[in-house]
């Protein structure tokens, strides 16, 4: 079994920050990519921002300059740094990982339950 569990979620005011934090546990061999993708009510899941087991990053343009992506390997857990957040910011955010279970080598994808960040003053 492997878990992801997200939290720092929450109400802010335009313009403030937040830290989303997500830890992977379980039957765990390695983690190569971790990320995080967003979902506003009525739309689509986007990717927000995702970094590789090599500090590799990528974010969507959206949040560019706004959002930065870090994680611990040795603790199996991603964070998103969120600064000057927007209204539009406002959505469930999803961590996500792809890792192996053995050294097989056969990767598959994993979801947290999601945590709401909502934007309003």
């Known amino acids: 079994q492997v878990q992801l569990v997200e939290s720092g979620g929450g109400l802010v005011q335009p313009g403030g920050s937040l830290r989303l934090s997500c830890a992977a546990s379980g039957s765990i061999f390695s983690i190569n990519i971790m990320g995080w993708y967003r979902q506003a009510a009525g739309k689509q899941r986007e990717l927000v921002a995702s970094?590789?087991?090599?500090?590799?990053?990528n974010y969507a343009t959206s949040v560019k300059g706004r959002f930065t992506i870090t994680r611990d390997n040795a603790a199996n857990t991603v964070f998103l740094q969120m600064n000057s957040l927007k209204p539009e910011d406002t959505a469930v955010y999803y961590c996500?990982?792809?890792?192996?279970?053995?050294?097989?080598?056969?990767?598959?994808?994993?979801w947290g339950p999601g945590t709401q960040v909502t934007v309003s003053s």
């Open positions: 996500n990982a792809i890792l192996s279970r053995n050294s097989g080598g056969v990767y598959f994808q994993y």
């Open positions: 970094i590789s087991s090599g500090n590799s990053t």
